[in-house]
């Protein structure tokens, strides 16, 4: 079983950056796919981006696309989100989530875990 812990969140301006790490314990990293997601207050949670346990297949939410990145380090036990030209709409609370399925999915019910999530507020 693996255990979740993501940080990195903050208040940024509009146009700003931010990159969140999500650090994984307790069991081989390289095992799991990941995937961040977010929630914003009044909605649903959404997919955000989703990485292979190699990295070497990545999925990107139309609305993020070309502005954030997904990666991970399996040496570290770390998936990132490097989020660039943030819009106040990406305010939210992200959660990066863990599976042992080889494919990459962005679909959050087939995760099985996840981590505490990490607030990320853009102001205009």
């Known amino acids: 079983q693996v255990q979740l812990v993501e940080s990195g969140g903050g208040l940024v301006q509009a146009g700003g950056s931010l990159r969140l790490s999500c650090a994984a314990s307790g069991s081989t990293f390289s095992r799991y796919r990941m995937g961040w997601f977010r929630q914003a207050p009044g909605k649903e949670r959404e997919p955000v981006a989703a990485?292979?346990?190699?990295?070497?297949?990545?999925y990107y939410a139309d609305s993020v696309k070309g502005r954030f990145t997904i990666s991970r380090d399996n040496a570290e036990n770390t998936v990132y989100l490097q989020m660039n030209s943030l819009k106040p709409e990406d305010t939210a609370v992200y959660y990066c989530?863990?599976?042992?399925?080889?494919?990459?999915?962005?679909?959050?019910?087939?995760?099985?875990?996840w981590g505490q999530g990490t607030q990320v507020t853009v102001s205009s």
């Open positions: 990485i292979s346990r190699s990295g070497g297949t990545k």
């Open positions: 989530a863990a599976d042992e399925r080889v494919t990459a999915t962005m679909l959050g019910r087939l995760y099985d875990y």
